[in-house]
């Protein structure tokens, strides 16, 4: 069960939308900063697979300027 945890950057002004967009996806948790200028995401996936893709299309939002991986695990 991979579970991991990055530091998201939404676009100028699509710090809401981004927010969402992640809000609804699967296997994720999304948490606002302190400074609200980035946010915190927590995902947690049955397989490595899942992860993958998973990432890649948080990636893929029109509504994120980066995506840097804080924290990785994996169980093998």
Known sequence: MPIF???A???ANMKEQLIQDISQMQYCEVKVSEN?????VLTDTPD??????LTNTIKELD???SLSMTFGHIDS
């Open 48 to 53: 490595e697979e899942t992860n993958k893709e």
């Open 63 to 65: 509504s994120i300027q």
């Open 9 to 11: 950057y939404p676009e």
């Open 36 to 40: 609200e200028d980035v946010l915190i």
């Open 5 to 7: 945890s990055f530091l």
